[in-house]
């Protein structure tokens, strides 16, 4: 059997079923706009100070960042984080086809966090979701989903952090993957899905 049988056999193993489904117990609360969520509860004067503090601007009417883009979600930016090593960032505003060109190299068995930058405009955006699927030799090996939250319209980028995740390590693990990324929300809306690459090797000093 040659390496690369071996390596496969080993990322056939590991695969992981498209159907998996994460958050099957989760029920999505009712959207409500921005006029509702003031409206509510008025008779409490401490919960309506704490609302209109939470929804800032929006409150005093719609938000929009950019008037040339109907969306109420801009994702901006994804940036793979490594304690005492600068982000590694790829720009989602411009042609998502280049950035599989781009490699993240990450060295086997560090921990390291996903960073998702967006914009927020219009009206608040309930129950988002950032879901990403890794693969290797094409087959599915990882699969990740992380609910964000509800968040209110902002003339400045907000950003998401997701829990710490351990890089595989070993020599099978070592080798190029492909990530599909999606941030969507409670009602399935798709604000971008896009596709990128890392590579893991022994050591840092490999890239």
């Given at each position: ?15 992981i079923h ?45 938000i ?40 993240f ?41 992380h ?28 080798g ?32």
């Open positions: 059997m040659s390496d690369g049988d071996v390596v496969k056999d080993g990322v056939d193993k590991l695969a498209d159907d998996d489904d994460i958050d099957s117990n989760y029920k999505p609360p009712p959207e409500k706009s921005i006029e509702e969520l003031l409206n509510a509860d008025k008779e409490d004067a401490s919960l309506q100070k704490y609302k209109e503090k939470l929804l800032g601007d929006a409150n005093s009417g719609k929009i960042f950019d008037q040339n883009n109907p969306n109420k979600v801009i994702v901006k930016k994804l940036a793979l984080c490594v304690a005492d090593r600068p982000d590694m960032e790829l720009d989602l505003s411009g042609d998502l086809t280049n950035l599989k060109k781009q490699v190299i990450i060295k086997e068995g560090i921990s390291y966090k996903i960073r998702i930058d967006f914009i927020v405009q219009r009206e608040i955006v309930h129950g988002l979701k950032y879901v990403q699927k890794t693969y290797r030799l094409g087959v599915p090996v990882d699969k990740m989903s609910m964000v939250g509800s968040y209110p319209p902002k003339m400045e980028i907000q950003s998401y952090t997701t829990p710490s995740e351990d890089a595989p390590s070993g020599m099978m693990a070592r190029s993957y492909t990530v599909h990324s999606l941030f969507t929300d409670d009602d399935k809306n798709e604000h971008l899905k896009w596709e990128w690459v890392f590579e893991i090797k022994k050591d840092w000093k490999d890239n």
